[in-house]
């Protein structure tokens, strides 16, 4: 069954450093997001991106972040000043344009900021 | 805009002992709804969705949940629950308006005890 491959599983980071969190939707999917999940709440919105641009995002996303799909391939979240509070688990996330509208979501990428 | 809400955070429960798991949400147009089941340390997997049809859908492990257009809820139940059941679950809704974003309640903890 296709998936949704997020890299790396787990990263730490010092507060102030920029990381990029990777992801490779599903390859006929066009359709991308970023979710987050701070340890013991809800997953929370934060970016949609369709046709090489951002369609919707959240009050969270804000211009410390960034996505990008630079090939065909990978869909990137950037945060170019990590915050303690941006600690949490990240998903990643596609859906195809066809009927069903389940996302599929990847295994998440712990980011841990010291 | 929509809102999941989630009644309880914590169900715990006896092993083969029936389950029900609330979930209401709230919108101005139709939705389709979704339950998510995030086991330990893993991601978020699509249990059951409905998008149209018979309003009672089920899953392959035995799990069902019955839209209620009236209540506007969408409750997950289980007849019988196994100790591996044991995990976080949330319900979702994308409502059909330009954005199709997905909404995640605050999810329910499901506590199996033997």
């Known amino acids: 069954e296709p998936e949704v491959t997020q890299t790396p599983s787990h990263q730490v980071t010092q507060m102030g450093q920029e990381v990029i969190l990777r992801c490779v939707p599903i390859?006929?999917?066009?359709?991308f997001y970023w979710y987050r999940q701070i340890l013991g709440q809800k997953v929370e919105f934060l970016v949609s991106?369709?046709?090489?641009?951002?369609?919707?995002k959240s009050e969270i996303f804000d211009d410390q972040f960034s996505v990008e799909r630079p090939d065909g391939s990978n869909f990137t979240l950037k945060i170019r000043s990590t915050k303690l509070e941006d600690s949490a688990m990240y998903f990643c996330a596609s859906r195809d344009s066809l009927g069903g509208y389940g996302y599929t979501f990847g295994s998440g990428t712990r980011l841990t900021v010291v | 805009a929509q809102s999941v809400t989630q009644l309880d955070s914590q169900v715990p429960v006896f092993e083969e002992a029936p389950v029900e798991l609330r979930c209401n949400y709230s919108s101005s147009v139709s939705v389709y709804l979704f339950w998510y089941v995030q086991y330990p340390n893993q991601g978020l997997q699509l249990l059951l969705k409905?998008?149209?049809?018979?309003?009672l859908v089920e899953s392959i492990n035995g799990f069902e949940a019955e839209f209620n257009k009236s209540q506007t809820s969408f409750h997950l139940r289980k007849p019988s629950v196994h100790i591996s059941d044991t995990a976080e679950y949330f319900c979702?809704?994308?409502?059909?308006?330009?954005?199709?974003?997905?909404?995640f309640g605050s999810g329910t903890r499901l506590l199996v005890r033997p």
């Open positions: 991106f369709y046709n090489n641009e951002i369609s919707e």
């Open positions: 409905y998008l149209s049809g018979s309003t």
């Open positions: 390859s006929n999917h066009l359709y």
């Open positions: 979702a809704v994308i409502s059909m308006d330009s954005s199709y974003k997905l909404i």
